[in-house]
């Protein structure tokens, strides 16, 4: 269980490295364009976004959050508050926000 409580978390890490690049310097960069340059700019990373290896990250890491939070209940380990809080905040702050 340790084991895939650190995996689960190197995925939301990743998942946050990727978020933060994006809101550091991608929209301050789309920010300084005219409004339909960033326009289509936005559209073009949207589909470029949508490739399998982000998917698997994102996704696979909602996917592992759910089933190491419902293992943790089950098993009723040390720290199971914290890591079911911690796999509730990546599927909604992350996938349902993006949603």
């Known amino acids: 269980m340790t084991v895939a409580t650190f ?3 190197a995925g939301c ?3 946050s490295g990727v978020f933060y690049a994006f809101s550091s310097f991608v929209m301050p960069g789309l920010a300084r364009l005219p409004d339909s340059q960033g326009i289509q ?3 073009q990373i949207n589909r470029t976004a949508v490739m399998p290896a982000f998917m698997a990250l994102f ?3 909602a996917l592992a959050c759910l089933i ?3 293992w943790v209940l089950v098993a009723g380990s040390d720290g199971t508050a914290l890591v ?3 796999c509730a905040l990546y599927v909604l ?3 349902a926000l993006t949603m």
């Open 59 to 61: 996704m696979g890491t």
């Open 41 to 43: 700019a936005m559209q």
């Open 93 to 95: 702050g992350c996938i």
């Open 13 to 15: 890490a990743l998942v």
């Open 7 to 9: 995996a689960v978390a």
């Open 84 to 86: 079911v809080a911690g």
């Open 68 to 70: 190491l939070a419902v």
